[in-house]
């Protein structure tokens, strides 16, 4: 589903933030990506949603090339790609229901097949029932997984969630982790990018580690994290 192939990411100032990545994740698979600060998450996540493209190599993603699309076909890309932040970015002035429909509306779906498609994505995370509610009067918690249904509503191939469970206690993350692993076990890829060292112990998922631009670790060891 994900395919980096002696990917790196030179910027113009002649920093490398990414040097000579190689590693494939598989449709269904839940990988934690971790490193220091300025190790090249960021940069890493920014490529896979064609926000900045490679310097080098060859990159694919739901088996298209993306470092040679055009433009016009960015905007397609993106929504085979559900996005979850560590801050939700909900529109605190539109109903649960509303921050859920957004992608929909963009991409130009009916009516019909948004209220469909809301309710299920809503129903998934358990908060069909707060619909039309304003997602300010909601907890932390219910506000994260308000922002899981609008990264899914798409249905997307892809699932990155960045510091998904930064602002969370380890019961609510817990809840959080449960979800992306029922969107892994019917496909979806999620890539889960954390700085939580507790967390990636608690799961027994496969992990990348950068450490200054390049992969140093790829497997299941957890020594020395």
Known sequence: MISLQKVSKRY?????AL???????APGEMVFLTGH????????LKLIMLIERPS??????????????????????RRQIGMVHQHHHLLFDRTVYDNVALPLLIAG?????TGRRVRAALDKVGLLDKENLNPATLSGGEQQRVGIARAVVNKPQV????EPTGNLDPELSAEIMDLFDQFAQVGTTVLIATH???LIHRYDH???ALHNGELIRDGYDREHL
């Open 12 to 16: 113009d100032n002649g920093r490398e």
């Open 19 to 25: 040097v000579n990545l190689n590693f494939e994740l």
């Open 37 to 44: 600060s300025g190790a090249g998450k960021s940069t890493l």
């Open 56 to 77: 080098a190599g060859q990159m694919l993603v739901c088996g298209q090339n993306i470092a040679h699309i055009p433009r016009s076909a960015i905007p397609y890309h």
């Open 109 to 113: 779906f009916s009516p019909r097949d």
């Open 159 to 162: 699932l990155i969630a960045d």
């Open 196 to 198: 939580d060292v507790g």
């Open 206 to 208: 496969r992990l990348l």
